[in-house]
T-cell receptor
Framework: DGGITQSPKYLFRKEGQNVTLSCEQNLNHDAMYWYRQDPGQGLRLIYYSQIVNDFQKGDIAEGYSVSREKKESFPLTVTSAQKNPTAFYLC???????????FGSGTQLSVL | SQKIEQNSEALNIQEGKTATLTCNYTNYSPAYLQWYRQDPGRGPVFLLLIRENEKEKRKERLKVTFDTTLKQSLFHITASQPADSATYLCALYTGGFKTIFGAGTRLFVKA
């Protein structure tokens, strides 16, 4: 089955620690995205990538970093500079910029 | 400022009735609007897309309208079932790689 796989489902971060969230897709989509979801708020765009080896900041990129070394993979690192990291993180992909988004099942990140 | 507003209060309806959810936006000129369904602890799933030059779109029991003058979209689920209970997200495609999401409306369908 084609789709997007996010791991882990739950992740805990200690003070000062960097953590990496995994996102893999087998839909052969060029575009990939990372969104953050907080209770009562709409999804907010962290980073997106149009193509391999290229990525752009979204609306709330501070404290996050990404890489796009392979078409299938778009990992997100939550750095220690992100002071309020507790949220539900969603990875998505699309065939092109103006197509519908396919989402993974999300990673819940909490701070210990 | 740019805003997307969806009913923040949950919508409770009886099975078999039509659920109507509202999405209002300000200061955007979206090329198209989408609706997604999200279950607790899961990622959103795409339901319908309607373009700015379309007034209405249907898919099975779902119907979406899009009024660019009123800056509003209505999402209808007819003959609602308990399995339709979920949060429904409105999303505007504003160009480039930017899709802006509303906070969603929670729907409860009682048997």
């Amino acid at each position: 089955d084609g789709g997007i796989t996010q791991s882990p489902k739950y992740l805990f971060r200690k003070e000062g620690q960097n953590v990496t969230l995994s996102c893999e897709q087998n839909l052969n989509h060029d575009a990939m995205y990372w969104y953050r979801q907080d209770p009562g708020q709409g999804l907010r765009l962290i980073y997106y990538s149009q193509i391999v080896n290229d990525f752009q900041k979204g609306d709330i990129a501070e404290g996050y970093s990404v890489s796009r070394e392979k078409k299938e993979s778009f990992p997100l690192t939550v750095t220690s500079a992100q002071k309020n990291p507790t949220a539900f993180y969603l990875c998505a992909s699309s065939r092109s910029s103006d197509e519908k988004l396919f989402f993974g099942s999300g990673t819940q990140l909490s701070v210990l | 400022s740019q805003k997307i507003e969806q009913n923040s209060e949950a919508l409770n309806i009886q099975e078999g009735k039509t659920a109507t959810l509202t999405c209002n936006y300000t200061n955007y000129s979206p090329a198209y609007l989408q609706w997604y369904r999200q279950d607790p602890g899961r990622g959103p799933v795409f339901l319908l897309l309607i373009r700015e030059n379309e007034k209405e779109k249907r898919k099975e029991r779902l119907k979406v309208t899009f009024d660019t003058t009123l800056k509003q979209s209505l999402f209808h689920i007819t003959a609602s079932q308990p399995a339709d209970s979920a949060t429904y997200l409105c999303a505007l495609y504003t160009g480039g790689f930017k899709t802006i999401f509303g906070a969603g409306t929670r729907l409860f369908v009682k048997a």
